[in-house]
Every structure is written in C-alpha cells, then in structure tokens.
C-alpha cells in the first residue's frame, strides 16, 4: 500500500505570546504566514470561521506561501454554530466560492461543531448532499451522541472525514470515514494548554 502524505501545522499562525518563542521578535504581522511556511506544510485558517475572507485576502495567503503548501479553511461559525447546517445553502455557496481564490492549496474544510449540538442524521446528510465532491471535508462533533455507527457510516457514503480530537473536553472516537485522515490536538489534559511529550506525538 502506498504511502499518504503527512501535513503537520497549527491552528491559525497570529498568536501574540509566538512573539520571541517561534517567531523572531517584531516580526510584522504580515511576514508571519511567510515565515510560518517556511517551517510548517499546513495550517487551519481560523478567521474564516469568524469573518468571510475576500478574494483578495486568499489570493494573499495563497502568494505568501510555498507551492506544496495546504490550508485548511475552517467553514463558518454561521453554518456551524447559527444555522447548524439547516438552510445554509446560499452562505455554503458563498464561502466556497471566496475560498476558491486558494486555488490548487485548498485542502480540507473543516467543521466545528459547538458542544451543544446534538445527532442529527436527517439535518447531516441534508447538508452533505449540498457538497461538491470536488473538495475534501472533515467534520468535528464535540457532542458525545455523534459517536454512533449510523454517522460514521453515513459520513463514509460521502468520503466525508471524521475529526480524531485528542481533548479531555470532547469526545475521542478513531473513526476512519475517508480516504484520508485529519486529527486535532487540542491537549490530552488542558484544553488548549497541555504540552505534547515525545512519546505522545
């Protein structure tokens, strides 16, 4: 069997305590994806989650980095969070298209879900069914009813991925749904805070 590619990276790349640590000091903020890509193949686009990008700002991203350089571009807190996939036709159509402008480094879209959102098969392959399978998706569900065969099975219908998130807070299930794998760190014991040992990577 052959080989996959592995891409590690973070998510986002402006974080003010990186200052002095990973990036060298007074680094302008717009030399940070630069510099970022230099020593990372990847990175999750967290201001796509809060705001919809311009064109201009993914064609941006896109000449700030190298060729071999994939972005994960976090869908919209309004489909997710607001909406919770119903009736998002019409904001799906326009996030996509903006994020075109990211051209052959557009890599997976990511969907976070909020805790409080429960299974819901009908609304989830409702969604699905709306998606170009042109483009590669990985769904995080951080309510335990989403652990369920029916979801895996119909995320696997769609090559749809299943997030592996290793998080004390948000339920750990290693379900393999796609061609592909995509796994977040968030920190074994404080979210958003635990260092990884060797041994843990």
């Given at each position: 069997m052959p080989q996959g590619k592995l891409y590690i990276g973070t998510s986002g790349w402006v974080y003010g305590h990186w200052e002095g640590i990973f990036y060298p000091e007074n680094l302008a903020s717009k030399d940070k994806?630069?510099?970022?890509?230099?020593?990372?193949?990847?990175?999750?686009?967290?201001?796509?989650?809060y705001?919809?990008?311009?064109?201009?700002?993914?064609?941006?991203?896109?000449?700030?980095?190298?060729?071999?350089?994939?972005?994960?571009?976090?869908?919209?807190?309004?489909?997710?969070h607001i909406k919770r996939l119903g009736g998002v036709k019409e904001a799906w159509q326009q996030f996509i298209e903006n994020a075109l402008y990211l051209k052959e480094k557009l890599g997976p879209i990511l969907f976070q879900f909020p805790p409080s959102f429960r299974i819901d098969l009908k609304r989830l392959e409702s969604f699905l069914k709306i998606l170009s399978k042109?483009?590669?998706?990985?769904?995080?569900?951080?309510?335990?009813?989403?652990?369920d065969k029916k979801v895996y099975n119909l995320l696997k219908k769609y090559n749809v991925a299943w997030v592996i998130a290793d998080s004390p807070?948000?339920?750990?299930a290693e379900a393999i749904t796609a061609d592909f794998i995509y796994i977040r760190m968030h920190g074994s014991k404080v979210l958003f805070a635990s260092k990884y040992t060797k041994n843990e990577l």
């Amino acid at each position: 069997m052959p080989q996959g590619k592995l891409y590690i990276g973070t998510s986002g790349w402006v974080y003010g305590h990186w200052e002095g640590i990973f990036y060298p000091e007074n680094l302008a903020s717009k030399d940070k994806l630069k510099y970022f890509s230099q020593h990372f193949k990847t990175a999750e686009i967290n201001y796509s989650f809060y705001h919809l990008p311009r064109p201009s700002t993914y064609q941006n991203w896109h000449s700030q980095t190298p060729a071999d350089f994939i972005f994960a571009a976090k869908a919209s807190r309004f489909i997710t969070h607001i909406k919770r996939l119903g009736g998002v036709k019409e904001a799906w159509q326009q996030f996509i298209e903006n994020a075109l402008y990211l051209k052959e480094k557009l890599g997976p879209i990511l969907f976070q879900f909020p805790p409080s959102f429960r299974i819901d098969l009908k609304r989830l392959e409702s969604f699905l069914k709306i998606l170009s399978k042109n483009y590669r998706y990985v769904f995080e569900f951080r309510h335990k009813s989403w652990c369920d065969k029916k979801v895996y099975n119909l995320l696997k219908k769609y090559n749809v991925a299943w997030v592996i998130a290793d998080s004390p807070s948000y339920p750990k299930a290693e379900a393999i749904t796609a061609d592909f794998i995509y796994i977040r760190m968030h920190g074994s014991k404080v979210l958003f805070a635990s260092k990884y040992t060797k041994n843990e990577l």
